[in-house]
């Protein structure tokens, strides 16, 4: 999303106005990626990790209430009691909260109650912004703006999470019949990044999660990124050549998990008449070669990597690469994992209060991504753009770029 702070001379009314449109616009996405959904899809919870698109879509309008609403406005009267302890997702210091892995089991309130919630609290915010002291504005506008940015990230898990669920239908429902798949140049060469001290993290230029700060610099000592995504034409070689069969390729824990979930393709594929097919948000469809690769794990990419004799690129790699404009397909396609493990930066400091738990707890065995995907909303990412999970993890759409050591 754009961030109306950041442009200069605007007035108080203009600001009022500016984000109550920023607010209507990104609470009207969240419902424009559900309207597709049935009652009946958006109670379903097809695993611990994911969660029913009813649950996002009341989680979202929580946070508002929770972290703006019953701060900020001194008149506003809560939706539902209840609905806090439904739909905390896991702030500790915002009270106790329902087990996640039993969220599918909230067929109340209804998908139509939730939008009445969602009706309620926006109402609410509205208001706020056009009746807040001007003193208060800019704390209200810099919680409203985490707000949006946070609701942003689940607009990307409502599609997710529901392409999870559809996999495990027989019937193979589209998400969206007029789907295509990403397509990509494979034909970008590489990149070289220098030698050198370069500098990283949130240039302040706008909106930044806690975990992209502080800038900093760090010491690269060369490389060459590819400029292209890893595409299903080379992830259908390295399976060719025995990749998912070959222990020396692969992390302790990446071999382990391929014995015990019997990986033998990437999440979603499976053998049709002679040729793979994938699940995607179209459906059942043939893997497109040129596609990037998705649905891939940090194990497999990782021992991808390794068969082509390369190496995952660092976050820090990524991004100067990225800020330098060598990467051509770094957004909007498929995620990049990259080799480097979700922790803070020098001089971290978690924002103050609950919302200290966004992004900081969770800085122990995950790796970062970095890009973004074709189901990211637009304007949300950016270069120093931090996306983290558990090596294992593929349901996301995540695939890779490998870069090499300059010699
Ligand atoms: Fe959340």
New binding site residues.
Partial sequence: MSSPRTRSNLSVADLRGLWSQAFRDIRAETERRAAPLSSEDQVVQSMPDASPTKW?RA??TW?FEQFLLSVHHPGYRVFDERFAYLFN??YVAAGPRYARPMRGMLTRPSAEEVGAYRGHVDAAIVDLLISADESALKKIIAVLEIGLH?EQ??QELIVTDILHAFSLNPTHPAYDAAYAAPACNQSQGVAEIVSGIHMIGDDGEGFAFDNERPQHRVFLAGARIGRSLVSNRQWLEFMADGGYATPTLWLSDGWATVQAEGWQAPGYWRQGDGAWLTMTLGGLRPVDPAAPVCHVSYYEADAFARWARKRLPSEAEWEIAARGGLLPDAFDQVWQWTQSAYSPYPGYRPAAGALGEYNGKFMVNQMVLRGSSHATPKGHARASYRNFFPPAARWQFSGLRLAEDLR
């Fill in positions: 996002h989680h979202t946070f997702s896991y946070h990230q689940h």
